[in-house]
């Protein structure tokens, strides 16, 4: 009533509208679910509510992954979907967002021409603009990518929770044939200790106890102001973290003195995602991993020497184009050797753009399957014993 009433007498002042909320689906890593977060604050800022219920939502965005075939089917499939929404609501505002929408735009668009929105992962600093100046009979897309954008000076919207996901560097300089994400993500870039320092802080007065520090490749993190190592002592200093996380690294950028902090911290967390991708040393020659079986055997050594209880995870890509009976035995003989905690495993999956999808040597997809569920068997019986080796130690701590 008040409003209406200054409305009368001061023309210039908006008639409010109708309350507005955004939905955000996201798909893939977790650089992904903190970009969500960001998107989500500048929502925000242009007067939108969250909401879990898709069809009350004014702003659709789906936050898309490309590394994998499955993850875009997954998203043409909701894409589908959403049609019959759009067509009931022609006001909705339909965004596809990051990896994917940089890959494939001109598919997207040509397939889904009721997408309103495309925007690459450096370009989301054009959502007020979008919103605030929309047309519904245009498309905006923008995809360029950018060798300085990290999104500094912004803060995330983040659901209540316990662990706080803070990016402190973004793209990849690595190029393993396999992967897409140089070419949707660009060049990496690192953000400064102070102002990754000044979320943290924030996180923490907002009640988060956990940080995970987030970057396609984390510990390649290099500033003015110090490496990777340097980054996470002074995080680690900072009153109020229970736990520090950090993925994912490569193990190429792995060095002692890193390991030496993450054992002087109690705050930092004893486990270490290290992805092996395969045991051979051909195949990761072919797949530009830059390290060799030993090389990694040898790290394993160097941080079990250092943190005796350290969790070690990773990530293998059975069936690369080329990879003989012999050589995923090789794989094998690495898991053994090892006894990873866990393991995220995948079947190669061809990603058109990239080196490896142009090799000749493709495994077939029986061949593929059956690596898989043995590479599976062996890490389940590995994952059993060394949950069994801590049941047993934590059982005589208790005494
Ligand atoms: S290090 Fe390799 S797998 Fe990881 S993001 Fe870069 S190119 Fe992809």
Request: proline share 4%; glycine share 6%.
């Amino acid at each position: 009533m008040l409003e209406n009433l200054e409305i009368a007498q001061n023309p210039t002042l908006k008639v409010p509208t109708a309350e507005k909320y955004y939905y955000i689906e996201t798909y893939g890593c977790q650089m992904n679910v903190y970009d969500s977060e960001l998107i989500g604050s500048l929502l925000n800022k242009c007067g939108y509510h969250p909401t879990d219920d898709i069809k009350s939502a004014d702003a659709i965005f789906l936050n898309t992954c490309a590394i994998r075939e499955k993850a875009e089917e997954t998203v043409h499939n909701k894409l589908d979907n959403l049609q019959s929404l759009k067509n009931i609501k022609p006001g909705l505002l339909l965004g596809v967002v990051g990896c994917m929408a940089q890959n494939l735009k001109d598919d997207l668009l040509e397939s889904k021409p009721y997408i309103d929105v495309i925007l690459g992962p450096d370009s989301y600093r054009k959502i007020p603009e979008i919103i605030n100046n929309r047309n519904s009979m245009e498309h905006y897309v923008d995809t360029k990518l950018s060798k300085f954008e990290v999104y500094d000076d912004m803060f995330p919207s983040r659901r209540e929770g316990i662990n706080a996901w803070v990016s402190i560097m973004r793209g990849c300089d690595k190029f393993c044939t396999f992967c897409i994400v140089p070419f949707t993500r660009g060049r990496e870039r690192s953000r400064s200790i102070d102002s990754i320092k000044g979320e943290v802080i924030k996180a923490v007065e907002q009640g988060f106890v956990e940080i995970t520090l987030l970057g396609q490749n984390v510990n390649s993190y290099r500033t003015s102001g110090g490496n990777f190592s340097d980054l996470l002592e002074q995080v680690a200093q900072i009153k109020g973290i229970k736990r520090i996380r950090y993925t994912s690294p490569h193990p190429q950028d792995i060095d002692e003195r890193l390991i030496r902090v993450m054992n002087k911290y109690p705050n930092i967390c004893n486990h270490i995602h290290l992805p092996l991708q395969s045991g051979s040393d051909r195949i990761l020659n072919r797949m530009n991993r830059t390290y060799t079986k030993k090389k990694f055997l040898d790290l394993v050594h160097m941080i079990r020497d250092i943190i005796p209880d350290c969790v070690l995870s990773t990530d293998i890509i059975v069936g690369f184009p080329g990879e003989s009976d012999s050589e995923f035995n090789e794989t094998l003989e690495v898991f053994k050797k090892v006894s990873f905690n866990f393991a995220f495993m995948f079947k190669y999956s061809s990603r058109p753009g990239t080196k490896a999808s142009e090799y000749s040597d493709h495994i077939s997809e029986g061949v593929k399957q059956k690596r898989l569920e043995t590479l599976i068997k062996l890490q389940r019986d590995i994952t059993l014993l060394e949950n069994q080796k801590k049941y047993r130690k934590n059982c005589r701590c208790i005494g």
